[in-house]
């Protein structure tokens, strides 16, 4: 099964750009359709992002639409979060999961969590 690792994450400022990756390893990476979740303090995990298994088919949540844009390069075994135009409301802890379904926008589609990574915008 699938390890994934995200890194990138730390403390910008609003308007500030910042990427995000997630490694995976120990599974068929091309296998999962790969989506983006985060959760700020006191509130449920959110969608940000997904994309299919072979990079042709992106969604993205409201919130983040017009500013973030997901990636994948599946020779190097990762996933990408582009966030530009950071906002304070962005803060939070960014998760990657990967899922041996479909690209889904929902939580309880994805078998595969990353420990998440902080990212912190302030104003």
């Known amino acids: 099964q699938v390890q994934l690792v995200e890194s990138g994450g730390g403390l910008v400022q609003a308007g500030d750009s910042l990427r995000l990756s997630c490694a995976a390893s120990?599974?068929?990476?091309?296998?999962?359709?790969m989506g983006w979740f985060r959760q700020a303090p006191g509130k449920e995990r959110e969608f940000v992002g997904s994309?299919?298994?072979?990079?042709?088919?992106?969604s993205y949540g409201d919130s983040v639409k017009g500013r973030f844009s997901i990636s994948r390069d599946n020779a190097k075994n990762t996933v990408y979060l582009q966030m530009n135009s950071l906002r304070p409301e962005d803060t939070a802890v960014y998760y990657c999961?990967?899922?041996?379904?479909?690209?889904?926008?929902?939580?309880?589609?994805?078998?595969?969590w990353g420990q998440g990574t902080q990212v912190t915008v302030s104003s």
């Open positions: 994309i299919a298994r072979s990079g042709g088919f992106r």
């Open positions: 999961a990967g899922s041996l379904m479909y690209s889904s926008t929902k939580e309880k589609d994805y078998g595969y």
């Open positions: 120990g599974g068929i990476f091309s296998s999962y359709a």
